[in-house]
């Protein structure tokens, strides 16, 4: 069985979940959540718990149970604690800034990049090289983050760049055996 898929996910209170067939439904003080599931998968409440049945031992029914199990477990944070991303910019010239739902940033391109805010993530710069992307929606918030990194990921060498900030960078060294 598999051991993430067989714990139950506590309900705490505050929070209302509506399963009606195959669609979860999340409702919190933070917002509210839904999401498709798949058919496979059985969704029981019981209680102030939400348990996970897979129809059989196949690997594909073991992977979606604990798959299945994740998804309701990081609604249920989402819409109570709510998940949040930060990223660091490093470099000579490199700043991020807020300009009403765009994030500008400088990034040692001939023009600026925008990263237009979407609905239900909130991006905040605290100072011109920090950047917080936070929301209800742990996949969002991970994907937002992704881009805003994309746009120009560090460099091994001087560790220039965007990186979250508990990502370590591994340095590399220049050029060797030069000689003046």
């Given amino acids: ?22 669609e979860i439904t999340v409702k919190g003080p933070k917002g509210t959540l839904t ?26 029914h073991k992977a979606l149970h604990g798959l299945t199990r994740s998804i309701i477990s990081n609604m249920v ?5 709510g998940f949040s991303k930060t990223l660091e910019v490093n470099g000579v010239g490199y700043r991020a800034q807020k300009q009403g739902k765009k994030l500008i940033l400088t990034v040692g391109y001939s023009h600026l990049v ?5 609905s239900g993530i909130s991006i905040d ?33 001087k560790g220039k760049g965007i990186k979250y900030a508990d990502e370590v960078i591994l340095r590399k060294e220049g050029k060797a055996g030069v000689k003046k």
């Fill in 114 to 118: 925008e990263i237009e805010e979407p």
């Fill in 35 to 60: 999401q498709a599931l798949h058919p496979d998968m059985t969704i029981e409440q019981e209680g102030n718990e939400i348990l996970v049945k897979r129809p059989s031992d196949q690997k594909k």
């Fill in 125 to 157: 710069v605290p100072n011109p090289n920090h950047i917080i992307v936070s929301g209800i929606d742990k996949q969002l918030v991970g994907e937002i983050a992704a881009k805003i990194r994309r746009t120009r990921p560090p460099e091994p060498y």
């Fill in 77 to 81: 944070t989402g819409v109570t604690d």
């Fill in 1 to 22: 069985m598999s051991r993430v898929g067989k714990k139950p996910v506590v309900i705490p209170s505050g929070v209302d979940i509506k399963i009606s067939g195959k």
